[in-house]
């Protein structure tokens, strides 16, 4: 507490500034929950949202599959958004989304990133001499440079400790689309070793959209989406939160892996076909090396690797050392408001996984050389209900469905139910949807919530979510339940907005002799307040944890973002932060923007203070070069980090670089 008045210092410097945020990022978060965070999946969902930003979507040309690609739109918005263009036509500006009555405030400012009010061309793919002369170009190039050693600096890690990558996108309208992706971590070797290519990471894509009855062409790297995802989904991916904002939603759509993210993709060719009216054909195909941690008495696949660290000798020894092949398709055919859809997949892999069963949370993990799954997705969308579902089975012999129902008791007051079962014994290497205990496999629950609007510039949600997990889990050693709970408020009158959220959750944990299972009990609450005039604007806000599981756990943090920004030309970004919390159950996590595509949500646990300061300055409408300095300081430690990774001081101030070029 000594440092509190660091706090309030920085309080009344900052208190009428809201720091210049991307609103979809903010939407993130606040979707966001502790789980979500630190899943992989928050990533991908991430660097997702980020390239529909920059590669927004022609609402006058949209497909329904185009808007599917925006979680925070229901089917029904999805669904109004199309018949208001088929009654008036196109639209003239993004300001007629007004129009829709059912399309609230909040989520019309969120098409705004996302989505243009562009003109439709002569029907028919555009000519190769047009693609060549007037698509557009984006190169991007990033660094980070830390004002540190680590311990692997040092000893251990093969490469240096710098972290960068370089991006090319070439785009024309909504029809073709070419790209190449080099990524480093810091610690890697460039040209060197295992790396003499260069960049450990390389990802590259090609995309046709809308030639003839083709709807979507990918050619290289891609993630792909079928139903609500008990078969396949490595593209999209939100928790809770984001399930009510959506009211349950499923998807399908197949899109370019443009991530640095190097895990959970395809490499292949995929496609979608219009094969008549209202029925499309959908097939991908995939063969990709992949990293592994081989079991040593038998060299099959203990564990499947998404991390794609290749810092030291063990890492680049596991580096693309399996394999699989992927084949796969969806059918789905829609008539008036209901749709129906099947989904297949073969996997099969070089080695045999054979997951390490020495305990027993692990005995139903997949496992074999060889995978199918096969499952059937259903729905029906109205103007009042709506419902979808998906289930599955495959050659584990098991079963997982999960089902929604959605009822607008008003036009400003929505009802979600969602219920899903996952056998314990049902796995599919490809899976990811709604769940509790972060996979598709042994848990049941029940989920309801609500979404209320009293006014146009207030939104409410609300949920309870029960789930039981039948088979022990990690941490968990028989039979065990979760009841999570949590409501939050967003207020926007004018310059002004106000949130406000509080969760309660209860898990059966093991107790200290694991002899049977006690409940933590974790209370999060956090309140905001924020200002923006479009030049200054400025946010508060403050966190609180409190945990109850063998010890308790007190945590809390107070942030505030300042920001200027002067028309076009230059913008500047401060982050002050302090925090304080008893251990890392009472952990906070804060939103701070980084650079362009770069995900930043990082973790505090301690006490210290964080700050950065981030400059953003487009010398013309071609160079954009944006630059960021961030330090954090622990009052409570001499060393940060562990292993490899430690570092010898109690503070770390990493230095950011990007610069852009669009032709």
């Not at 929950?33 to 630190?38: K, S, Y």
């Not at 159950?585 to 700050?611: I, K, T």
């Amino acid at each position: 507490m000594k440092h509190f008045s660091l706090i309030i210092f920085g309080a009344f410097i900052f208190m009428s500034a809201y720091g210049q945020q991307h609103e979809w990022e903010q939407y993130l978060y606040q979707l966001g929950e502790l789980e979500d965070i630190e899943s992989a999946s928050w990533e991908t969902s991430f660097d997702m949202l980020c390239d529909l930003e920059e590669n927004p979507i022609n609402i006058n040309t949209a497909t329904r599959e185009d808007l599917e690609q925006l979680p925070f739109l229901t089917a029904k918005d999805v669904e109004n958004i199309c018949e208001y263009l088929y009654r008036y036509g196109p639209m003239k500006s993004l300001g007629e989304l007004a129009m829709i009555r059912d399309l609230d405030y909040f989520k019309r400012r969120l098409l705004f990133y996302f989505t243009y009010a562009g003109n439709i061309k002569k029907k028919g793919f555009p000519k190769l001499d047009n693609i060549i002369k007037y698509g557009k170009h984006d190169i991007i190039g990033t660094a980070k440079i830390p004002l540190y050693t680590r311990k692997g600096d040092k000893e251990g890690y093969v490469g240096y400790q710098y972290k960068h990558s370089i991006r090319y996108d070439f785009t024309y309208g909504d029809y073709v689309r070419l790209g190449i992706i080099g990524a480093q971590d810091a610690g890697e070797p460039f040209f060197a070793g295992k790396n003499s290519m260069g960049y450990d990471f390389y990802s590259f894509y090609f995309v046709l959209k809308k030639l003839g009855r083709i709807k979507t062409f990918v050619l290289g790297r891609y993630r792909a989406r079928f139903g609500i995802g008990l078969v396949i989904n490595n593209n999209f991916a939100f928790g809770k939160l984001a399930a009510l904002s959506s009211l349950g939603r499923g998807g399908s759509n197949i899109r370019p892996h443009a991530s640095r993210s190097d895990g959970n993709y395809l490499q292949g060719a995929a496609i979608t076909v219009n094969a008549t009216k209202g029925l499309d054909v959908s097939a991908f195909i995939s063969y990709r090396k992949f990293d592994a941690t081989l079991n040593k008495d038998d060299g099959t696949i203990a564990t499947i690797l998404n991390s794609g660290y290749h810092r030291t000798e063990t890492e680049l020894s596991k580096k693309n050392n399996s394999s699989h092949f992927v084949i796969g398709g969806n059918v789905d055919y829609r008539i008036g408001g209901f749709y129906a859809g099947i989904t297949s997949i073969y996997v099969s892999l070089d080695k045999i996984l054979k997951p390490k069963s020495d305990v027993v949370y692990r005995k139903h993990y997949a496992h074999g050389k060889n995978f199918y799954n096969v499952g059937i997705n259903y729905g029906y969308t109205g103007h009042k209900i709506s419902f979808s579902g998906e289930t599955a089975t495959g050659g584990c012999h098991a079963l997982a469905t999960i089902n929604t129902l959605s009822y607008s008791v008003t036009d400003n007051f929505d009802i979600l139910a969602l219920q899903r079962f996952y056998s314990f014994k049902y796995y599919s290497l490809f899976s990811e949807s709604f769940s509790e205990g972060g996979a598709v496999q042994n848990e049941s629950g029940i989920y309801l919530g609500v979404n209320w609007r009293p006014i146009p510039t207030m939104n409410i949600m609300a949920y309870s979510d029960f789930a039981y997990f039948a088979w022990p889990k990690y941490q968990a050693s028989g039979s065990s339940h979760s009841f999570d709970n949590l409501v939050q408020m967003n207020y926007t009158p004018g310059k002004w907005a106000f949130a406000l959220r509080y969760r309660f959750k209860m898990r059966e944990r093991d107790n200290d002799n694991k002899t049977g299972l006690i409940y933590k009990n974790e209370h999060r609450g956090r309140l905001s307040v924020a200002y923006n005039d479009g030049t200054w604007s400025g946010k508060s806000q403050a966190d609180v944890s409190y945990v109850d599981y063998k010890d308790k756990s007190l945590g809390w943090m107070i942030s505030q973002n300042v920001s200027l920004k002067v028309k076009k030309m230059f913008s500047i970004t401060a982050v002050l932060g302090y925090f304080n919390t008893d251990d890392y159950d009472s952990r906070m996590y804060s939103y701070e923007r980084g650079m362009l595509y770069s995900f930043s949500f990082p973790a505090y646990y301690g006490n210290g203070l964080r700050c950065s300061l981030l400059a953003t300055s487009n010398f013309s409408k071609i160079i954009t070069i944006m630059a960021k300095i961030g330090t954090t300081k622990y009052f409570d430690r001499n060393t940060i980090g562990s292993g490899y990774q430690q570092i010898y001081g109690s503070s770390a101030t990493d230095v950011e670089l990007q610069v852009r070029f669009k032709l």
